[in-house]
């Protein structure tokens, strides 16, 4: 299948508003970017592409008003995909601990956690502010010993680390094929051999049960199947998630304690949150 690459033209270019954007089009199936210099690059696949949908985005509530978006779009066929993410892909590293990368970077720091991720058309690659968040998030967390489960996989970054970091065993969940099939390949490459990844929805999570839930995908998600997750959660396990923004934050934090939870903490990052709630 082929892909459509969106260019994504801000004026002037603006990280908060570019992370808003992505967030945007993370809702109407895109599920890869790069950020440029003035621009965010998106893909999504030729089927489900629909450039009305893109201009009906509205980022009027935005306080940063004076701004302009451009957009032009090309396809990309699969047999490209790889020389499209080689050429944008540039490691990351997190707190000093984390070093996210693709197997085509060797020249990268020493670090306790060294991640080889080739994204091919999966979300998760540490440059977006969410998966920072939940990458320090987890290393702020006990994970030796531990039952995870990262819903929402994408790459299965999220899984990876848990596993390097001595979980028990990390279940990955993703609705999409794409990031299931990434997500197998990225965990042999890691050799992460005590994770198992899942195809499927919240439905997958009855009668299961893991100390920590990582669920980092979009709010209206997050709010449907808290239940679910909070389901899976023994006394005093912890339900982490992010993929919305601070203005989303009280409905969040609601709807858990609504359910049984208590909130620990969280954390920002150009506008993005990750909480921390604990079942007592």
């Known amino acids: 299948m082929d892909y459509i690459e969106l260019k994504c033209e801000i004026t002037p270019y603006n990280e908060a508003i570019a992370q808003i954007l992505i967030s945007e089009l993370g809702e109407l199936g895109y599920d890869s970017f790069t950020e440029n210099e003035d621009s965010v690059d998106a893909y999504i696949t030729e089927d489900l592409f629909d450039i009305e949908a893109v201009k009906a985005i509205s980022l009027d509530y935005l306080p940063e008003s004076n701004f302009k978006l451009n957009y032009t779009f090309k396809t990309v066929v699969s ?30 720091p020493e670090v306790p956690y060294d991640i080889v991720i080739d994204p091919k058309m999966s979300f998760g690659t540490g440059h977006h502010s969410t998966t920072s968040l939940m990458v320090q998030s987890i290393l702020d967390s006990d994970i030796e010993n531990k039952r995870v489960l990262d819903m929402g996989c994408g790459t299965s970054l999220l899984a990876i680390l848990a596993s390097k970091r001595g979980a028990r065993m990390v279940d990955a969940i993703d609705i999409d094929e794409w990031p299931y099939k990434n997500s197998l390949e990225n965990i042999k490459n890691n050799k992460a051999d005590n994770v198992s990844v899942y195809l499927g929805d919240a439905k997958l999570l009855e009668g299961k049960e893991y100390d920590i839930v990582l669920a980092n995908i979009n709010r209206n998600i997050l709010l449907n199947d808290m239940k679910s997750y909070i389901a899976c959660l023994p006394q005093h396990g912890n339900l982490i998630m992010s993929g919305f923004y601070t203005e989303d934050l009280k409905a969040i934090q609601e709807e858990a304690e609504k359910n049984g939870l208590t909130y620990i903490n969280h954390k920002v990052d150009n506008n993005w949150v990750a909480v921390r709630f604990e079942k007592k």
Do not use: L
């Not at 993410?85 to 197997?103: C, G, H, L, T, Y």
């Open 79 to 108: 047999q490209d995909w790889n020389a499209v993410w080689e050429s944008n892909f540039q490691p990351v590293i997190i707190s000093d601990k984390v070093v996210i990368r693709a197997s085509f970077h060797t020249n990268t």
